[in-house]
Structure formats: structure tokens, C-alpha cells
């Protein structure tokens, strides 16, 4: 335990020390993000020395790891604010600065530092349930995803050839769909007709919605981002044998069975993508799968509310009619 709580201590001093040199270097940016993120590194500190004076003897007692919790949440929230302010400097100057793909890459390896922390501690504790919550998960997943699209959005838009010899976009793409795939996996959405007593809803579209797993307009973004990257990569990537490999897929996205890889890239972040190790994906067959689901919700329960489908509608057909 006492070197989980000092790996914990050194992720804290790292964000600590990172807000506190941009803080320092950029006198005429808005700091709000940073200072939210050393308040919380500050208060997660002092969570952590207290734990390091407790009897640490396992198994551990329930309020020890409520403190414990405490601490990986207050963490987690200071990493969330600096990795923005990070994304939002790179948006800024809409990803034209050098090695991007890097920069990237570095965001999406802080933000799965958690993760590695989380099965630190469920190993030495042998815990039976996740640590960090649901929100917080789904959170993470979608800050690695969501930054990935992103980048490689802009890169298409600049008519930069996203084949290019060399580059990492195509590796990039396979992890934020994985990415995705796993946020949109964590909850277990109804599966009958039966309203369950632990869902919250206030009406009927409501609960039509939580049917498909839609419990915000987060997880529809999810939908189409993750659908849009499969269709990137069928459209750039027309020689890849990858997307030509046959795959079991299952009625809920990403639940498949795939062979393991070499590839350095994906098998870091095979812990966290649900076994989605992308070998044996079909791009095609799952970006019509992401699709149809963010189609089937704006033009259902959604269509009122101003969800955009004709790019959506336009990618979709161009998957269909490949062979």
C-alpha cells in the first residue's frame, strides 16, 4: 500500500508542478483551469498524508478506503482540468504545432494514468468492484476518444493526407474507437420492457433512450465520433487487410471477440479497451453499427431536439454500398 499511496503522491506533484509553470510562464492566460487543478492536487495531498498515518494492514476498513477513493477522485479531477488545458491550447492553434500527433499521444497516456492506478490498488486490495465510478470512467474514455477525433478531424480538414507514410494516424484512429467503444460499454442498459427500479427517469423518452443506452448527449456524440473514425479508416486506409478480417459481433457495440496483436500502440491500452484489440475489426461492419445507432436515436426519440443526421446519413450509405 505504501507504494501505491507514494505512486499516487508522485502523479499529484507532477500535475501540481506542471500548473505551477504554466501559471508562472503564461501571465496573460485565464488560469482558472489551473488553479481548480492545484486546489484539487492541494486537498488530495492532504488525503493522502492522512492515509499514510493510518493502519494500512489489509484488508483494508471501509473508511480507509473511502478516504482512498477520495483521494483517486480528487486526483482525477486535477488531472482532468490540466489535461483541458492542454486540449484547449492545442484547439487553439488547431493542432498546427509540431508533432501534434505526440502531443496527442501524451494527453491520452496522462489520462490513462488513472486506470493504471485503479489496477494498482485492485490488486493489492484483490477489490471486487471498480474504484472510480461509473461518471468518472465514462468521463475518461471520452476525453481519449473524443481529443482523437478531433485531431484527426482536423487533419482531414486540412487536406492533409491522413495515409501518409509515417505518421501515427492511422494507430490514433484504432484508439479512439476503442476508446469510445468502451465508454458506450460501461453501462448495462435495460433488457426487456421492465422499467428497473435503479434507472431514474422522468418519461417514457426517456426511458426509450436508456433502452439504447443513451443516458446523455455525450454518449450520442460517442456514437457518431466512433462511427465517423470507422469510416475515416475504411476510406483512407482502402488496403488495410485489417478492416477485410471477419469478426463476431454481438447486438451491442464492441462486444467482440478478437485475436491478440504486435502492434505497441493498441496493446498499452488493451487493459482499458475492453478487450477490443483491433486485429480483427471490421471497420465497415461496426461503423455501420455506430451509425445506425446514432441515426435510429436523432430520428427517433432525438428529432426534435436538432440532432444532425444528413453527414451522418451520407457516410452511412458510402459504408453500405462497399463490398
Known sequence: MESFLQDLTDEIHSIQSFCDQKRSQDSVDDHSLLDKSVKNCKDAQIVVETLVQSDLTLPLADSTMDRINNALSLYVQALLDQTYYNECKLLDQNFLVTNADDVVQSIVDELNKPFKLEEKLRTMYSAGKDIFSIEIKECLFWRCGALIYMFCHTIKNTKKNLNSPGNRILQLLKIGIAFLIRMLNIRKAPNSDDKDEDIVYNDEATFKLIKQGIYSDTHVLAYAYAGEMCYWHCYYFKDDAIQKEQITVSSNIGSQTCNNNNDEH?????????????????????????L?????????????????????????????SQN
Open 266 to 290: 493498441l496493446n498499452r491500452y488493451s487493459e482499458i479497451s475492453s478487450n477490443i484489440i483491433l486485429s480483427k475489426f471490421n471497420f465497415r461492419t461496426n461503423g455501420l453499427a455506430l
Open 292 to 320: 445506425d445507432q446514432y441515426l435510429n436515436v436523432v430520428n427517433g426519440p432525438l428529432k426534435s431536439y436538432g440532432w444532425d443526421s444528413k453527414k451522418i446519413e451520407i457516410m452511412r450509405n458510402i459504408l453500405q
